[in-house]
């Protein structure tokens, strides 16, 4: 379909996007790489008076060494996360998540903070955040301020950004010596959106895990950490007996909504499956 | 409130100014404005490929993306890159092939594969299943297609360089 009529601005600077934001308030739609809205505009499931492209403002892409942490512009495409070296070498769990975002020709165009601040369950980005702790770097009329990942993201589509504010950048932080991370998702066709995913952070002392972050997606109306699963972890060396200890845990902890690609029970299953998948190989069995 | 944008834009190396409706987008535009209908229209939601067309040197669904969004920039449609003779060698594939049927995804399909062969000349079948994982074909299947790809892997790359790329290592 096509989309119904919009007005569109081209805000050349910040403070343009917060004195557009402040006029146009819920009727004004930010454009960032667009691959999630203009999907939504062409369906006519989203109707905005005008549409703010950020696109040409200075100083939002880019991905930068900061010391402990990458920062990553809000407009950096994912294409440009993908073959970034800083990215694989301190963040490998994003790096991993990349190739799993859709398609090449959306990844050229779709930016990395728009997956997070679009805040869709099923996406990869938003989970990784979580599982890293990254931090959220938010800009507004009054000043800029920091989220913390977990505190950002409240629900479906749904953000701790503030009326008139912005994502500008998301900082994460470098993976630490004896640290390891894995990424894995089972989709039906490579570049759909995940059946389920898993995003896992953890710190090894020798063969033990000594701590240790599951972070899932699409397992609910936000990335679903598993804390009382990835506990079970914390002292022990990775076998057979384990791995069944933490399916019948996330079986316990885990809620995951039916839809028409899998019901709640099979996610279920599939989480201790991904857990297992990813985390053998990380302990080195 | 306008609803319209003044644009300029390069099109297969023309410069070209046009007043757009803002919601029109930009394989419209290519299609209705401009006349160049080798860009297809399929899903209109980013699914199928068929729009594909390059942008600034990288492919781009050309429905998921805005004529205005184009302003400045330069784009390439499978007419351009037809006539530079930048992918002669993968559409004699395709025929080869039959890579094809009702060619509906092609174009779609071409654009797609001439970044593959400039980002990675020596992809592997799975690799290129992977690369056109968002193009759909409803008609000859994706054997044909990596087979046609597979026959013309290697010598891609370098041809690349002539029509609108920004340039691999950019």
């Known amino acids: ?285 | 409130m306008d609803k319209n944008v003044d644009i300029s834009l390069t099109v297969n190396g023309e410069k070209i100014t046009k007043r757009v409706e803002a919601r029109t987008n930009l394989v419209d535009f290519l299609r209705y404005e401009i006349g160049l209908t080798g860009s297809h229209v399929g899903c209109e939601h980013g699914v199928c490929g068929a729009c594909t067309i390059r942008v600034d040197g990288r492919i781009v669904r050309g429905c998921l993306m805005a004529a205005a969004q184009a302003d400045g920039a330069d784009v390439w449609t499978i007419e351009g890159v037809t006539e530079t003779g930048e992918i002669r060698a993968l559409q004699d594939a395709f025929v080869e092939r039959n890579a094809l049927q009702c060619g509906f995804c092609t174009p779609g399909m071409l654009l797609t594969i001439a970044e593959l062969m400039e980002r990675k000349p020596d992809a592997s079948r799975d690799e290129i299943r992977e690369y056109i994982s968002g193009n759909y074909c409803r008609c000859t299947g994706y054997q044909a297609i990596v087979d046609a790809v597979e026959m013309t892997r290697g010598t891609m790359g370098k041809m690349g360089a002539s029509a609108g790329r920004k340039g691999a290592s950019a």
């Not at chain 1, 770097?137 to 913390?148: L, M």
């Not at chain 1, 630490?176 to 090894?204: N, T, V």
Request: glycine content about 10%.
């Open chain 1, 1 to 285: 379909m096509k989309p119904a009529p919009f007005g569109y601005a081209r805000a050349a600077t910040l403070d343009d996007v917060f004195s557009l934001l402040a006029e146009h308030g819920d009727d004004a739609k930010i454009l960032a790489g667009g691959q999630s809205l203009m999907a939504t505009l062409n369906m006519r499931l989203s109707e905005p008076e005008i549409l703010i492209d950020i696109n040409r403002i200075d100083g939002l892409a880019g991905i930068e060494d900061t010391g402990d942490t990458i920062r990553i512009g809000a407009m950096t495409r994912h294409v440009d996360v993908e073959e970034s070296d800083l990215v694989a070498t301190h963040a490998p769990m994003i790096a991993a998540a990349m190739e799993h975002i859709a398609h090449p020709a959306i990844r050229n165009l779709g930016t990395f903070g728009g997956s997070i601040a679009f805040a869709d369950p099923a996406a990869e980005l938003p989970a990784c955040a979580v599982a890293l702790e990254a931090t959220m770097h938010v800009a507004g009329k009054d000043g800029t301020r920091d989220i913390t990942a977990t505190d950002f993201f409240k629900g479906l589509y749904e953000t701790a950004l503030g009326e008139g504010e912005i994502l500008t950048a998301v900082s994460v932080p470098k993976i630490a010596a004896g640290w390891k991370s894995g990424f894995m998702e089972l989709a039906r066709r490579h570049g759909d959106y995940a059946i389920i995913g898993l995003c896992a952070h953890l710190q090894f002392d020798g063969a033990k895990f000594s701590d240790t972050r599951l972070v899932f997606f699409n397992a609910g109306d936000r990335p679903v950490s598993a804390p009382q699963t990835a506990a079970l972890l914390n002292g022990q060396s990775w076998s057979d007996a384990l791995s069944e200890k933490l399916s019948a845990s996330l079986k316990e902890e885990l809620d995951p909504p039916d839809d028409l690609n899998a019901d709640g029970p099979m996610r279920k299953h599939l989480a201790g499956v991904l857990v297992k998948r990813t985390l053998a190989p990380l302990a080195g069995a």
